[in-house]
C-alpha cells in the first residue's frame, strides 16, 4: 500500500512540478473590443504577482502555477472587487477565465516576445541538452497506470492514467491524464487534456537513469527520475528512494 502510494504520488506530483512552465511576461488581448494588459512576475517557487489593466480598472494578482494552469485572484481595492481567475498557457497563448458571482469572463492574451525569448529555439544550437546522451529506445509515448481497491463494506476503487511523451531532440510533451473513481452505486472521474511540448522541459539519460532538465527564469535544475529498465514495450523506473513507477508503450 506504501510503495503503491508512492509511485501514484511520483507519477501524479513529481512530474507535474517539473513540467511548471515560466508565466513571467507582459500578455496582450481584447475584451469586447477593448485592449486588456496583463503583466506577470515570478515570486519564488510556483508562486506568482502582478497586475491586470481592462482600460477601465486595474486589479492586483496573486497566483500559483501548477504544470500549464496559472489559479489564483485578482483584486481591485478601491472597488472592493476579488475575481477568481484561472489561466491555462499553451506556448505564449494564455487563455484566462476571470469569475465573479457565477459569471465567467473568458480573455484571450498572447505574451510579448522578449530578448530572452526571441534567441530561443529547439534547434540544436538552442537545446540545452542537444550534446547530451539520450537512449533512443526512450522515444516514444508512455502511458502509466495505477489501480487501487479498498476492499470490504463500502469498498471505492480508484484508477489514474497519465501519459508522458520523450521527444527524440530532447524536448517532453505532456499527453495528458485520467482518474476514475468509485464505489457501491456511485462512481466518478476527471481528466486533464494534452498540453503538448512543454516549454524549457528537456530529456536525457546517464548510466541508465533517466533525467529531465528545466529551464525557468533562467535558471537551470537537473531531476534524476531514477534507474531505467525496458523490456517487451514496458519501462520501469525505480527512483532513488526505492518507489517505481511502470509505464508502457502507447
Known sequence: MRNKAAS????????P?????????RYNGLYQGEPVVLTLTAAGGSAYTGLLDDSNNRYN????????????????ASLGLTLQLRGELK?????????????????ELDRENTAADSGRSDTPAGNPVAAKQR?????????SQSNYNS????????????????????RVADGGSRTVVGGTGWSGSSGGAATGVVDGVYW???????????VQNGKTEVQVLGKYYMENNH??????NGSKVLFYRS
Open 8 to 15: 501514484v504520488l511520483f507519477a501524479f506530483f513529481v512530474f
Open 17 to 25: 512540478t517539473l513540467y511548471a512552465q515560466s508565466f513571467a511576461g
Open 61 to 76: 494578482v496573486s497566483g500559483r502555477v501548477q504544470g500549464s494552469v496559472l489559479t489564483g485572484q485578482a483584486q481591485e
Open 91 to 107: 506556448g505564449n497563448h494564455l487563455s484566462l477565465k476571470l469569475s465573479i458571482l457565477g459569471t465567467e469572463i473568458p480573455v
Open 135 to 143: 537512449d533512443q529506445a526512450l522515444v516514444g509515448s508512455w502511458t
Open 151 to 170: 476492499g470490504g463494506y463500502g469498498q471505492g476503487s480508484m484508477s489514474s492514467e497519465s501519459t508522458l511523451i520523450l521527444l527524440a531532440d530532447g
Open 204 to 214: 536525457f539519460t546517464e548510466n541508465k537513469k533517466l533525467y529531465l532538465q528545466a
Open 235 to 240: 519501462l520501469l523506473i525505480t527512483a532513488e
